[in-house]
Structures are given as structure tokens and as C-alpha cells.
């Protein structure tokens, strides 16, 4: 799931970056303005190139209104591993043997 944040706290916990700067930049700048974990992983999601000021963060960065009601919903339901459906989640793990030449190997 990509954390999202709000066009408010970008500005908020980047009014004082100095620009250009690198993504590691601004995310240390706004986990040094106290920036919640949202905003944080929203930042370390953008791609590794300098950004020349704010706005152009704003154009990398997952923002909440980017997202219908509906995806926001589903974001803040989605399983801890994604890509699996749910019946190969509630699966115990297999004894990689046991998987490879079977549970009755003849022995």
C-alpha cells in the first residue's frame, strides 16, 4: 500500500528544505519538523531525483484528494501481504521437503 498524505502537511513539514534537494533531503527535513508516518512514507515513495521546490514534490508525492473515496477505503483495508489471496494467507507454512517430494515419499 503507498502511504499518502495531504497537500497541507507537504508545506507544512517542508517550509524550511532548502531546494534543490534529493528525496533522503527532504525526507530527513521533515522528520526533523516532526512529520507523521503517513507523510514520511509518502516522501520516501517519490523517486530519487532533485526536486527544485515544493511543487514539484507535490507532483511526486501519493496526496489523499489523488485518490477516490472508494480507493482510500480500500487502501486502508488491504491485506499485510499483498498479491496473495486470502486462502494462501490463512495457509500454515510448508516444510519445503515436505513440498518438493511430497507428504508419502515411500520410505
Not at 24 to 43: C, F, I, K, M, Y
Given at each position: 500500500m503507498a502511504a499518502t498524505t495531504d497537500r497541507s502537511r507537504i508545506e507544512k513539514y517542508l517550509n524550511d528544505a532548502d531546494f534543490p534537494a534529493d528525496k533522503?533531503?527532504?525526507?530527513?527535513?521533515?522528520?526533523?519538523?516532526?512529520?507523521?508516518?503517513?507523510?514520511?512514507?509518502?516522501?520516501r515513495?517519490?523517486?530519487?531525483?532533485?526536486?527544485?521546490?515544493?511543487?514539484?514534490?507535490?507532483?511526486?508525492?501519493?496526496?489523499?484528494?489523488?485518490?477516490t473515496p472508494a480507493e482510500t477505503a480500500q487502501a486502508n483495508t488491504l491485506p499485510d501481504k499483498p498479491g496473495l489471496a486470502q486462502s494462501a494467507k490463512d495457509l500454515p507454512p510448508v516444510n519445503p521437503i515436505v513440498e518438493e517430494l511430497g507428504e508419502n515419499r515411500g520410505s
Open positions: 533522503d533531503q527532504l525526507v530527513a527535513v521533515a522528520d526533523r519538523n516532526g512529520a507523521d508516518q503517513d507523510t514520511l512514507g509518502a516522501l515513495g517519490i523517486p530519487a531525483v532533485d526536486y527544485r521546490n515544493v511543487d514539484e514534490v507535490l507532483a511526486s508525492v501519493t496526496h489523499d484528494s489523488d485518490m
